[in-house]
């Protein structure tokens, strides 16, 4: 299966990423960026322009991939080829990082007099485009009007951060980080595009239920399971809406998040979204109960005991069964201490879902905060236990029981 299989290579073997580097003070910062591809198993060819050695040798590069760092069209050192068209034939994805004014203005305009505008006008594969300059430069409308002319013909432009740049100025243009960077290579040739056209939800995280405007009622998840499943989704070409309580987890490339405190922000975030969605993974630890009385003062510690009425939260997968379009899957999560196939086969049924995902917090490597995850899959004609697995792992294997069954 596509995921399954995805999910247990390592995501870039058998894959070419060509990084165009050109004379920007971010241009170190590549060097990071390289050894995160080479990790993953990447072939990683480098191409500089003269001015980019100013900044970084092409020896750094040279050692960490293995190969040749390309700088001059006309080195007569190289295989008997034409070295810029081979390599963009060879080229699964093509980014420059950092680009500069300069070779934003030439890309743009089909200008091709060194290796690295070459051979990126060679290449026929996904190309992308990270600005990195000074905020005056970047916001000038010559830049700006480049960069439209780049999106126009299907290049990718990913928008500089903001923050204080090497000239002394505050303002856009500062390169992201080579963790975004890797990111978006990954998004775009990692995995198979199995899922281009259909529509998740997935729900994550914790819900918190007030006391008073001091306290609230909460539990354990960190929402990485979640999180985990959305990144999962997008990857392969889903359009993904992420349902999230307050976690502390970064958002995936491609996901569009919306964020919720309550069980009845979720209730209504999820009923008011799920008609479109073809499957809805509903993987939150809800609060199933809230406070009856929300106190509009912070509540006065006494020399007596306390106790806080409570009432129960709307139930969001029941509503999803009861009220689920043709064709939608739904799958839920089960957290169990004890009897978990019996509480979740029960749960399966009552329900009127599809699919219960569940995992038992006393068995090793499963549970909240975890990096890894035991789960059994839960359905009519069945159970099957998955071994213990990273949670990205078990994210595609879940996918693939929806949407290759």
Same mark, same amino acid.
């Given at each position: 299966?596509?995921?399954?299989?995805?999910?247990?290579?390592?995501?870039?073997?058998?894959?070419?990423?060509?990084?165009?580097?050109?004379?920007?003070?971010?241009?170190?910062?590549?060097?990071?960026?390289?050894?995160?591809?080479?990790?993953?198993?990447?072939?990683?060819?480098?191409?500089?322009?003269?001015?980019?050695?100013n900044?970084?040798?092409?020896?750094?590069?040279?050692?960490?991939?293995?190969?040749?760092?390309?700088?001059?069209?006309?080195?007569?050192?190289?295989?008997?080829?034409?070295?810029?068209?081979?390599l963009?034939k060879?080229?699964d994805i093509?980014? /420059? @990082?950092? =680009?500069? &004014?300069?070779?934003? !203005?030439? %890309?743009?305009?089909?200008?091709?007099?060194?290796?690295? #505008?070459?051979?990126?006008?060679?290449?026929?594969?996904?190309?992308?485009?990270?600005?990195?300059?000074?905020?005056q430069?970047?916001e000038?409308?010559?830049?700006?009007?480049?960069?439209?002319?780049?999106?126009k013909y299907?290049?990718?432009v990913?928008?500089?951060?903001?923050?204080?740049?090497?000239?002394?100025?505050?303002?856009?243009g500062?390169?992201?980080?080579?963790?975004?960077?890797?990111?978006?290579?990954?998004?775009?040739?990692?995995f198979?595009?199995?899922?281009?056209?259909?529509?998740?939800?997935?729900?994550?995280?914790?819900?918190?239920?007030?006391?008073?405007?001091?306290?609230?009622?909460?539990?354990?998840?960190?929402?990485k399971?979640?999180?985990? /499943? @959305?990144? =999962?989704? &997008?990857?392969?070409? !889903?359009? %993904?809406?992420?349902?999230?309580?307050?976690?502390?987890? #970064?958002?995936?490339?491609?996901?569009?998040?919306?964020?919720?405190?309550?069980?009845?922000?979720?209730?209504?975030?999820?009923?008011?979204?799920?008609?479109?969605?073809?499957?809805?993974?509903?993987?939150?630890?809800?609060?199933?109960?809230?406070?009856a009385?929300?106190?509009t003062?912070?509540?006065?510690?006494?020399?007596?005991?306390?106790?806080?009425?409570?009432e129960?939260?709307?139930?969001?997968?029941?509503?999803?069964?009861?009220?689920?379009?043709?064709?939608?899957?739904?799958?839920?999560?089960?957290?169990?201490?004890?009897?978990?196939?019996?509480?979740?086969?029960?749960?399966?049924?009552?329900?009127?879902?599809?699919?219960?995902?569940?995992?038992?917090?006393k068995?090793?490597?499963?549970?909240?905060?975890?990096d890894?995850?035991?789960?059994?899959?839960?359905?009519?004609?069945?159970?099957?236990?998955?071994?213990?697995?990273?949670?990205?792992?078990v994210?595609?294997?879940?996918?693939?029981?929806?949407?290759?069954?």
């Amino acid at each position: 299966m596509p995921g399954e299989s995805a999910g247990r290579k390592i995501m870039l073997q058998g894959k070419t990423v060509v990084i165009g580097v050109t004379g920007g003070i971010a241009a170190y910062k590549i060097a990071s960026l390289v050894s995160m591809l080479k990790k993953q198993h990447a072939n990683v060819r480098v191409i500089m322009t003269e001015n980019a050695t100013n900044f970084i040798t092409p020896v750094t590069f040279e050692s960490l991939t293995g190969t040749k760092c390309l700088v001059d069209t006309f080195d007569r050192n190289f295989e008997f080829q034409v070295e810029h068209i081979s390599l963009a034939k060879q080229a699964d994805i093509f980014m /420059i @990082a950092p =680009a500069t &004014a300069n070779v934003i !203005a030439k %890309v743009a305009h089909g200008l091709a007099d060194d290796m690295l #505008t070459t051979t990126f006008l060679a290449c026929k594969k996904p190309k992308y485009i990270v600005p990195a300059m000074n905020t005056q430069m970047y916001e000038n409308p010559i830049t700006q009007d480049n960069l439209e002319i780049c999106r126009k013909y299907g290049m990718h432009v990913i928008e500089p951060a903001s923050g204080y740049l090497a000239c002394g100025d505050t303002g856009a243009g500062k390169m992201p980080e080579p963790e975004t960077l890797f990111e978006y290579i990954l998004q775009e040739i990692a995995f198979p595009k199995d899922l281009a056209g259909k529509k998740i939800l997935v729900t994550a995280g914790p819900t918190q239920e007030a006391i008073d405007p001091v306290r609230y009622i909460t539990n354990h998840s960190t929402g990485k399971m979640g999180y985990a /499943i @959305a990144r =999962a989704g &997008a990857r392969r070409g !889903a359009e %993904v809406t992420l349902v999230s309580g307050p976690v502390n987890q #970064t958002v995936p490339l491609g996901v569009t998040l919306v964020p919720v405190v309550s069980a009845r922000d979720m209730f209504e975030a999820v009923t008011s979204r799920s008609a479109k969605q073809d499957a809805i993974i509903k993987s939150a630890a809800v609060a199933d109960y809230r406070p009856a009385v929300v106190g509009t003062e912070k509540t006065k510690k006494s020399d007596g005991d306390m106790s806080i009425a409570l009432e129960r939260t709307d139930d969001i997968l029941s509503w999803l069964g009861d009220h689920r379009r043709e064709g939608q899957f739904l799958c839920g999560f089960s957290m169990e201490t004890q009897n978990m196939l019996e509480n979740s086969k029960a749960k399966l049924e009552k329900k009127h879902v599809d699919m219960i995902v569940a995992n038992n917090l006393k068995t090793a490597g499963a549970g909240f905060g975890t990096d890894t995850n035991v789960v059994t899959l839960i359905t009519k004609d069945g159970a099957e236990e998955l071994e213990k697995m990273p949670k990205d792992q078990v994210a595609h294997v879940l996918l693939d029981r929806i949407f290759h069954r």
